[in-house]
Nanobody, 115 residues
């Protein structure tokens, strides 16, 4: 049974930073592509960043240069370092594990950027 548990969300002022973590269990973590998605109130869920099993990454244009995705296969963990946060980054952030089109999701962690 796949389980993804996110942590690290919270309230931060504009310009601040947060680091999200997602710990996976029940899978061979190293062979999965891992992603972070987010969903703001009234909006569709959107892809924020992906790190593939080979280590390559891609980002949404809105977060390029501010967010960094990384993974530690020894700890079955994927991270999202978020710098220079903006109010429009406010959303529930979800961890996703993908293998050949089969997706698993975490329960989400709330990120609120507000002064």
């Amino acid at each position: 049974q796949v389980q993804l548990v996110e942590s690290g969300g919270g309230l931060v002022q504009p310009g601040g930073s947060l680091r999200l973590s997602c710990v996976a269990s029940g899978i061979i973590f190293s062979i999965y592509d891992m992603s972070w998605y987010r969903q703001a109130p009234g909006k569709q869920r959107e892809l924020v960043a992906t790190i593939r099993k080979i280590g390559s990454t891609n980002y949404a244009d809105s977060v390029k240069g501010r967010f960094t995705i990384s993974r530690d296969n020894a700890k079955n963990t994927v991270y999202l370092q978020m710098n220079n946060l903006k109010p429009e980054d406010t959303a529930v952030y979800y961890c996703n594990a993908n293998l050949g089109g089969f997706n698993s999701w975490g329960q989400g962690t709330q990120v609120t950027v507000s002064s």
